[in-house]
C-alpha cells in the first residue's frame, strides 16, 4: 500500500478538479457569450463609444471567451493533465487567480459607469454570483483568498478613500477573517474526507490483489440476478463456454478430492448444480464427487 503525505494524494487527484473546472468555467462561458456582445454594445452605445466602454465591454467578451476556453480544455485535455498533475493544477490556479484581479478592476468600473442604481443593482449580482462560483473552484486556499482579497480590498480602499470612514476598515477585516478561516478549514475538511476515501480505496484494491493471485477463478451468479462477478478473462477455462446456460457449464466442472501435506481437505469437495430457473425452495442440487 501507498503511504504519501495528504496534500500530495490530494493535489493528484486531477479527475475532480477538473470536473470543477468544466462545470464552473465552461458553463459560464457558455451561459453569457451569447448575451455579452450585446449587452456591452447598448452599455458603449449609452456612453457615445467612450474608449474606456470600449475596454470594458472588449474585457468582457475577453473574459467569458477564456472561461469557456478553459473550461473545454479541462475536459479534452483530462488524460494530459493527470500525466503532469501538479503542474496541471498550478497552472489552472494562477489563471483564475488572474481572472479575479479582471473581476476586481470590473467590479470597480461597474460601479461608477453611469447607468440606472437597479441595472447597476441586478449587474452587482452577477458580478458577485460569478466571483463566487469562479473563485471556489482554486484548490489552494491560500491562492482562494488571494483572489477574495484583491476583490474586497480594491472595492474597500476606494470607499475609504471617497468617505473616510473606521467602520469600512472594520468590515473589511471581519471579511478577510472569514475569509482566511473559511478556506483553511474547507480545505483541510476535503483533505480529510479524500483521503478517507482514497486509503478505503486502496485497501480495497489490496484485498483484490491478493484474492486474484491465490485463486485461479471466482465466480459469483445470482438465482435472479444472473452473471454478478466474474475475474477471469473470456475462454480462459475450458468448462466456461459462452454461449451456454450456467447448469451446462457447471455441469461440466470436476473436482478430485486432494490431500495436501498439512491435511488442509479432510472432507470431499463437491459441486452443488443449480437450476437458475427453480424456485428458492425446491433446487435442483447434484452432487458430484471423485475421490481418490
Known sequence: MKHKKPAAEYNENIEDYT?????????????ALPFTPYNQYEIMKQSNFSANSIIHGVGWNLFFLILFIMGICARKFKKRFERHPKI??????????????????????????????????????????????LLNTISRWYLRTLAYAAIVLNITIKAYAELCQLRLILILVEIMIYFLLSNYLSEKDSKKKFMEKQKLYEETQVFKDILDQTT????????????????????????????????????????????????????????????PSCSYENFNIGIRYTGR
Not at 19 to 31: D, E, N, P, V, W
Open 88 to 133: 496541471s493544477r498550478w497552472c489552472f490556479d494562477i489563471m483564475t487567480t488572474c481572472l479575479a484581479g479582471y473581476l476586481s478592476w470590473a467590479s470597480i468600473e461597474k460601479s461608477e459607469a453611469p447607468g440606472d442604481s437597479q441595472i447597476k443593482f441586478i449587474g452587482g449580482w452577477w458580478i458577485s454570483m460569478i466571483t463566487l462560483s
Open 19 to 31: 470536473a470543477r473546472i468544466f462545470h464552473t468555467h465552461a458553463i459560464l462561458g457558455l451561459a
Open 216 to 275: 485461479d477463478g471466482i465466480l459469483i451468479y445470482g438465482l435472479q440476478e444472473d452473471l454478478i462477478y466474474r475475474n477471469w478473462e473470456n475462454n480462459k477455462y475450458k468448462w466456461w463456454k459462452e454461449g451456454q446456460a450456467l447448469d451446462e457449464n457447471l455441469k461440466q466442472i470436476k473436482i478430485d478430492q486432494k490431500k495436501s501435506s498439512g491435511n488442509l481437505i479432510t472432507q470431499p469437495i463437491v459441486i452443488i448444480d443449480l437450476n
